[in-house]
């Protein structure tokens, strides 16, 4: 069951019982289209703690070379959790279509 | 060859079980079906049978049990009637979804309230889309055959879906009939062993019951639709070799007395030999009358039903359950549903008769048979009409 693939599956292409043979396969799922916000990271407020990467229930947020925090928006729902608990006030969420 | 024993329906329902050599038995006891679990129960505690008996808390905890044991490869069995097996409606519909082959024997029995624990059909009609295979016992001796063709049936490859054996509370359960139990060498013959393609196993692990969002859900539901229809000619199948192995036979819709029958009965259960009683008595004052029996309810046997009322003028259709402020009983609703698109069909009436436990008599079926010519004489009113009910 694959969002990634590019052919979708057909009713003939499921195996019986709806058994997923591929292991984690739950990570073809792109759930980043649930998202109607996504979050901005302020680099000159963030303090490089993590607070943001340990709360996201996705686990969708990366840290990046420079050890900044960025989210992978395949994943990122954009529930707005890492904003809320950001102690510096360094994620912002701002609307899709911006 | 074995001889006939007389014996409880119940007990000889655990016999199959017995005899089918099941792995697991999750149940939890509800009159009717109390003594079917009772005597399995008995039967695995003296080391007659070599399976795990659960004793769950509760008749979805049973299904979820034989859920889990179907699933890592075992042959499950359960038992439930009325109120039960509404309590493990969530769980009825996973297990054929996931195409898990549980065999369960349903003692027909009435829903609440009023609190009833007599027969009627209103149970199976709430399981009646869940997807399983199901089949109607009319006695003892085909609730015996029944259960051990459905072990056959539901775990063959091809088909791997869950199979009700429906048998009349009390009608059927706590009478004592002459039974032939087969010989044990015959019927592992006639069971291959269960081998699911992708059972519960953490060398090849793989992820059941998975989420589907909408992208999907529609491709899983036909899949699942296509796969219950095709499972006909492997029913088929079944009941020939059965027929080979054991000598009984049995078909989608068997008949009695129907070859010249202008006028036909339509029964499901237990009343179908009482209504042979019915179309006995009538051929003798030379009325022609025959008598069909819808032995499987699902997958619903359109062409056969259809092929067997191709003569018939009349049809009278009994159901033992009312669809409230819908379109007449159950059975009779799908029968006329069935038979909608055919050039010439038979005029069909239907009756409601035998809720919660009330008698169905040869008598009621001889009064069926005056009213509905009665009836098709100046039409019926309305969908249906009770049968026996005082003003």
């Keep these: ?98 | 060859m074995p001889k006939p024993v007389g014996m409880e329906v119940s007990f000889a329902a655990a016999e199959a079980v017995r005899l089918a050599n099941v792995d697991v038995i999750a149940a939890y006891p509800i009159t009717p079906q109390t003594h079917i679990v009772e005597r399995l129960s008995q039967i695995v505690a003296d080391g007659e049978l070599d399976a795990e008996y659960i004793c769950v808390e509760s008749e979805h905890s049973a299904m979820s049990a034989c859920a889990g044991a179907s699933a890592a490869g075992a042959r499950a069995f359960t038992a439930t009637a009325g109120q039960g097996l509404e309590l493990m409606h969530e769980m009825v519909y996973v297990v054929s979804s996931m195409r898990l082959p549980v065999v369960m024997a349903v003692c027909n029995r009435a829903l609440s309230a009023p609190l009833s624990v007599w027969s009627d059909h209103s149970d199976v009609m709430a399981v009646r889309d869940c997807g399983w295979i199901q089949v109607f016992a009319e006695n003892g001796q085909q609730v015996v055959d029944l259960i051990l063709w459905a072990f056959r049936v539901s775990e063959d490859p091809r088909v791997l879906f869950p199979t009700m054996v429906h048998l009349d509370g009390f009608h059927l359960t706590h009478v004592i009939e002459p039974v032939v139990l087969p010989d044990q060498s015959r019927v592992e013959e006639f069971i291959p062993e269960y081998c699911h393609p992708f059972p519960l196993d953490p060398e090849r692990p793989v992820t059941m019951g998975a989420y589907g969002p909408p992208f999907i859900y529609s491709e899983a539901k036909k899949a699942q639709e296509v796969a219950l229809r095709s499972t006909k000619s492997v029913i088929l199948e079944g009941w020939k070799e059965f027929e080979a192995s054991f000598g009984r036979s049995y078909k989608p819709i068997e008949s009695y007395r129907l070859d010249d029958a202008e006028v036909a009965l339509l029964t499901m259960g237990s009343v179908g030999e009482t209504a042979t009683i019915a179309v006995d008595r009538s051929r003798r004052k030379g009325k022609k009358v025959g008598l069909i029996r819808l032995r499987l309810w699902r997958p619903f046997p359109f062409e056969e039903l259809r092929e067997s009322v191709k003569h018939i003028k009349l049809l009278i259709v009994l159901d033992r359950a009312i669809s409230f402020g819908g379109p007449g009983g159950p059975v009779a609703s799908e029968v006329r549903s069935a038979l909608y698109h055919l050039r010439s069909r038979p005029k069909v009436i239907n009756f409601i008769a035998g809720l919660g436990g009330r008698d169905i008599t040869p008598e009621v079926f001889d009064h069926m048979l005056k009213r509905a010519l009665e009836i098709s004489a100046r039409g019926q009113e309305g969908e249906f009409e009770i049968i026996g009910v005082r003003e």
């Excluded at chain 1, 916000?37 to 303090?47: E, S």
């Excluded at chain 1, 340990?54 to 050890?67: K, W």
């Design chain 1, 1 to 98: 069951m694959s969002g990634k693939k590019e052919k979708p599956l057909g009713w003939q292409d499921l195996e019986v019982g709806y058994i997923v043979t591929q292991a984690g396969s739950a990570s073809q799922y792109k759930t980043g289209d649930w998202r109607s916000q996504r979050p901005l990271w302020d680099h000159d407020k963030c303090i490089k703690c993590g607070i943001c990467y340990i709360f996201c229930p996705d686990i969708c947020i990366v840290q990046t070379q420079e050890g900044y925090f960025d989210a992978d928006l395949f994943y990122c729902k954009g529930c707005g959790i890492c904003a809320r608990e950001c102690l510096t006030g360094a994620v912002q969420m701002v609307e899709e279509e911006e």
